[in-house]
């Protein structure tokens, strides 16, 4: 089964500082894999998704992450963040099957200093 | 086009009673999905439906929880009876297709149980 670890718990960056969110996942076979961003209160709304092709991916509100295979890994980047970004960040893996059974990190919060 | 609604947004009940809520999902997704997300964790998935028919509940607590879809389209989500930590917030996803594609995530209901 996919599995999905996201090590950093809590970080904060100050406003206009570039971010790195690290996402770390375990699958037999080449996944999907999504980053959503949940406000407090709010539910989750998708920023980016690699399903193939290019592993360099574009999203929503300046984002964007790196599919590394050798690495396992699925790093959400933005290059200056604004107060706005402060919210959790999740990463998940889809299996990719007729069921797309999707497991989810356990989330970053993200803290902007002003 | 309106996204996921559900309802209700708040709930608080006590220990050993029963709880239901509602999913309304986006108009002409097959794939209804409900998760559970406790306060620091990433949501869990608790029971998937394709259509009207039940493709996974294998995380589904069946002793106290049940969910139903009716004709393919809303569905409920039913505890009973409640306990301490069944306290989480409960969502609601729905995908277009049957396999592959991005979940689209409704506000969640908060669940208290005191």
């Known amino acids: 089964a996919q599995s999905v670890t996201q090590p950093d718990i809590h970080i904060t960056v100050s406003e206009g500082a570039s971010l790195e969110l690290r996402c770390n996942y375990s699958?037999?076979?080449?996944?999907?894999l999504f980053w959503y961003v949940q406000s407090p209160g709010q539910g989750l709304q998708l920023l980016l998704k690699?399903?193939?092709?290019?592993?360099l991916v574009q999203g929503i509100k300046g984002f964007e992450a790196e599919f590394k295979r050798s690495q396992s890994s699925f790093n959400l980047r933005k290059p200056s963040v604004h107060w706005s970004d402060a919210a959790e960040y999740f990463c998940?893996?889809?299996?990719?099957?007729?069921?797309?059974?999707?497991?989810f990190g356990a989330g970053t919060r993200l803290t902007v200093k002003p | 086009e309106a996204g996921v609604a559900q309802s209700p947004r708040y709930k608080i009940i006590e220990k050993r009673q029963s709880v239901a809520f509602w999913c309304n999902p986006i108009?002409?997704?097959?794939?209804l999905y409900w998760y559970q997300q406790i306060l620091g964790q990433g949501p869990k998935l608790l029971i998937q439906?394709?259509?009207?028919?039940?493709?996974?509940d294998s995380q589904l607590p069946k002793d106290r929880f049940s969910a139903e879809r009716l004709k393919g389209v809303d569905s409920t989500l039913k505890i009973q009876p409640a306990k301490l930590e069944d306290s989480a917030v409960y969502l609601c996803?729905?995908?277009?297709?049957?396999?592959?594609?991005?979940?689209?995530f409704g506000p969640g209901t908060r669940l208290t149980v005191t």
């Open positions: 996803a729905s995908r277009r297709g049957t396999f592959g594609g991005e979940q689209y």
């Open positions: 699958y037999g076979a080449t996944p999907y």
């Open positions: 690699y399903f193939s092709g290019d592993t």
């Open positions: 998940a893996v889809g299996a990719v099957s007729n069921n797309n059974d999707m497991r």
């Open positions: 108009s002409g997704h097959a794939t």
């Open positions: 439906f394709q259509n009207n028919g039940v493709v996974d």
